[in-house]
């Protein structure tokens, strides 16, 4: 079975800092471009970052760029993402997201708040 495990949401003030972290098992991990998107109160799920498995090639929403870094560690089965300078409208459920476009796969995990107060 497939599981993406966020961690490390909270509630921090604006112009802070947070660290998300999303564990993956049940697949090789190495194989999956991970991304994370984020979905916040009566708004639509907006993708914010992704990281490709096969060069590590990143990209970012325009409203996270030179705030936001995604990295991974393939022997930790581990994603982040680096948030710093937060803003009040960072604040949403941010999900993690594994792809393995060939083969039509695509997983989802059960997300982690971030609350960003002004």
């Known amino acids: 079975e497939v599981q993406l495990v966020e961690s490390g949401g909270g509630l921090v003030q604006a112009g802070g800092s947070l660290r998300l972290s999303c564990a993956a098992s049940?697949?090789?991990?190495?194989?999956?471009?991970i991304g994370w998107y984020r979905q916040a109160p009566g708004k639509e799920r907006e993708a914010v970052s992704c990281i490709r498995s096969s060069d590590g090639r990143t990209n970012y929403a325009d409203s996270v760029k030179g705030r936001f870094t995604i990295s991974r560690d393939n022997a930790k089965n581990t994603v982040y993402l680096q948030m710093n300078s937060l803003k009040p409208e960072d604040t949403a459920v941010y999900y993690c997201?594994?792809?393995?476009?060939?083969?039509?796969?695509?997983?989802w995990g059960q997300g982690t708040q971030v609350t960003v107060s002004s």
């Open positions: 049940g697949l090789t991990f190495d194989d999956y471009a």
């Open positions: 997201n594994a792809k393995r476009s060939v083969l039509g796969r695509n997983y």
